[in-house]
């Protein structure tokens, strides 16, 4: 129970489900190395009063292997290690399950942890229906039983198990989305792990890898973050080199479309409207196919899509909020064929963090570090928690005069007000000139004329390192978001 950092939230969720005097089946899921797995099996391990099954399903087997995998490893947990008659189907699977529970002792809880299940659902298995027709006419009636079905592939864990139209429909008791680390978090997680680094040196590592705790892991003590980051990024055969490619393997099928798709839209910073999408994605085509996949992208945490507001007709577009992801695709994949063949001499990283493309890039990937802690900026900003973040933008028609503008993030607050946001990642602290000042409160005008607002508007920057003082930062900005604000639980 000690070793898991950051997910007090799951934690009291897994014990209300533990103390629970009836059934409950719990879905869990969230992207690969986030640790979901983690997370169940230190919870529930090694408890006196609770018999735990776990079972992981493997990538691209087929179902008699998937099926002899099952029935091993309830040979290991119900049969000190026994080898079980074989089974050529899931029906089988389950009847020698069901046996085995009804022989538990009637004081102890029973977890079944059904892990990776989206790989244990090949075609045409029947496993989805056998555990539909098990769980409603025998596991449900037993009040011990705790069943904890998880996966990575987060549209197919929606889909197929929390909306799932047939037997399973309204059985889910509970459902876990287990995401990256927040910044809090990621510092509690490093600093157990023996790293004592400054916030500024914690959002560097972050930006390479966002929260995943797994590839925090990798970081090695000793090194500095520049040392760190090209270790497991531009030597040869480095860690994060196959990593993309094996993370989008293992969540989607054909995942080279969903590839083409992310890469499209990290091109453009300000994000990619559905429609162009539609139009430009090689083997996209307009309709339900396409949105199926900007919506897996998203529920896997990969993309976020906005529907800026006053919610105009057709104008929900999409940005890539991964971290990981956003660095992969601008610092890895131009110069992989290199890294996989020599890797880069000793001290390329350092130099190309001195860079002016690395100073414009980082703005960019703070930006969605801020959109993944909102609730932390809004208490900075003193805002009542109801009030509705989101982000604006105006696109003028092709061969208009008018002059666009876009909002980074904005809320919308319930005391008849909006508050305006700016986001800007500096190594010191941002200055506020005249011209910028010009800049932001044309913006500022923009929004009004185009939202047609009646509400007071204040203004309002998110700044890494805070804000200059000078007459224009008393004149027009009513708050300000520091870095150290991120880093509060």
């Known amino acids: ?20 005097d009836s059934q409950e089946f719990l879905a869990v899921y969230g992207r690969r190395r986030v640790g979901k797995t983690y997370l169940i099996r230190n ?14 399903g493997s990538q691209n087997a087929t179902m008699l292997d998937q099926v002899a995998n099952f029935i091993d490893r309830m040979g290991e947990v119900f049969y000190n290690g026994a080898k079980l008659a074989r089974e050529t189907n899931w029906q089988g699977v389950f009847k020698i399950l069901t046996k085995v529970l ?3 002792p009637k004081e102890k809880k029973i977890v079944l942890f059904f892990d990776e299940f989206p790989w244990m659902a090949t075609k045409k298995s029947g496993l989805l229906q056998n555990l539909d027709y098990f769980w409603n006419q025998y596991w449900s009636k037993d009040n011990r039983i705790k069943l904890i079905i998880c996966g990575s592939s987060a549209s197919w864990i929606i889909d197929k198990i929390i909306n799932n139209k047939g037997g399973l429909h309204n059985r889910i008791t509970h459902s876990i989305l287990l995401e990256p680390f927040k910044l809090n978090a990621a510092k509690q997680f490093l600093k157990q792990q023996g790293f004592d680094i400054s916030n500024k040196q914690i959002v560097e590592l972050y930006m390479v890898t966002g929260g995943i705790p797994y590839y925090l892991a990798k970081y090695q003590k000793g090194l500095s973050v520049a040392q760190n980051i090209e270790l497991i990024a531009f030597k040869k055969n480095a860690f994060l080199l196959g990593e ?31 429609e162009e999408l539609f139009s430009q994605i090689k083997d996209v085509s307009r309709g339900g196919e396409t949105l199926k996949k900007l919506r897996a992208l998203e529920d896997a945490g990969f993309v976020k ?21 956003l660095f992969y695709l601008k610092w890895i994949e131009p110069i992989k064929q290199t890294l996989f063949a020599q890797g880069v001499s000793s001290h390329y990283w350092e130099n190309e963090m001195r860079t002016q493309a690395w100073a414009t890039w980082t703005g960019y990937a703070f930006e969605s570090i801020c959109y993944k802690h909102l609730v932390q900026i809004s208490h900075a900003l003193k805002i009542n928690p109801t009030s509705i973040p989101n982000t604006w933008r105006y696109v003028p028609k092709k061969g208009s005069e008018e002059r666009g503008a876009q909002i980074d993030l904005l809320f919308d607050r319930q005391d008849d007000a909006i508050t305006l946001c700016e986001i800007k990642y500096t190594d010191k602290p941002f200055v506020l000139d005249k011209e910028y000042v010009e800049l932001l409160k044309r913006k500022a005008l923009v929004f009004k ?6 509400k007071q508007v204040f203004k309002a920057m998110i700044a890494a390192n805070g804000l200059q003082n000078n007459y224009y930062a008393e004149d027009l900005i009513s708050s300000v978001v520091t870095l150290e604000d991120l880093f509060k639980s």
């Open 1 to 20: 129970m000690n070793k898991i950092l950051g997910r007090q939230e799951e934690i009291g969720l897994l014990r209300r489900i533990l103390q629970s």
């Open 244 to 274: 993309f490619d094996n993370l989008f393997s293992s969540l989607f099928d054909k995942a080279d479309v969903y590839i083409d798709i992310i890469r499209y839209i990290a091109k453009n910073r300000s994000g990619v409207a559905q």
């Open 102 to 104: 009804s022989n538990i």
């Open 449 to 454: 004329e185009r939202t047609k607002t009646k």
């Open 305 to 325: 899509s906005f529907k800026p507001f006053s919610h105009q007709k057709r104008g929900v577009y999409y940005r890539v909020i991964d971290e990981f992801t």
């Open 43 to 56: 919870y529930f391990t090694d408890r006196e009063d609770v018999v735990f099954f776990d079972v992981t």
